[in-house]
Nanobody, 122 residues
Framework: QVQLVESGGGLVQTGGSLRLSCAAS????????MGWYRQAPGKQRELVAF???????KYAESVKGRFTISRDNAKNTVYLQMNSLKPEDTAVYFC????????????????WGEGTQVTVSS
């Protein structure tokens, strides 16, 4: 079974920083895109950032210049460094990845973590 486990959420004041981590585990053959989404109360889930296996990145306009996504392919882990946090960044942050499991042939599946809460106080 493949699973994604996030860590690093918490409570921080405006202007502070947090670093989220997400580790993929299980029978994994390869991972292509890894990313982070977030969902605030009463709002739809939205893309925060994603990174391809070769390191290409894309960010939501609202986080450009403040957040940095990175990954360690050897550890099947993706990170999100969040700086200059604002109250509007408060949300549950979800890890997402496109994974080709071992014994699945060429098929790629989309996996989600359970989420980690980030709260930014004003």
């Amino acid at each position: 079974q493949v699973q994604l486990v996030e860590s690093g959420g918490g409570l921080v004041q405006t202007g502070g920083s947090l670093r989220l981590s997400c580790a993929a585990s299980g029978s994994i053959f390869s991972i292509s895109v890894m990313g982070w989404y977030r969902q605030a109360p009463g709002k739809q889930r939205e893309l925060v950032a994603f990174i391809t296996r070769d390191g290409s990145t894309k960010y939501a306009e609202s986080v450009k210049g403040r957040f940095t996504i990175s990954r360690d392919n050897a550890k099947n882990t993706v990170y999100l460094q969040m700086n200059s946090l604002k109250p509007e960044d408060t949300a549950v942050y979800f890890c997402n990845a496109y994974i080709r499991p071992v014994q699945a042939g060429p098929r790629v599946y989309n996996y989600w973590g359970e989420g980690t809460q980030v709260t930014v106080s004003s």
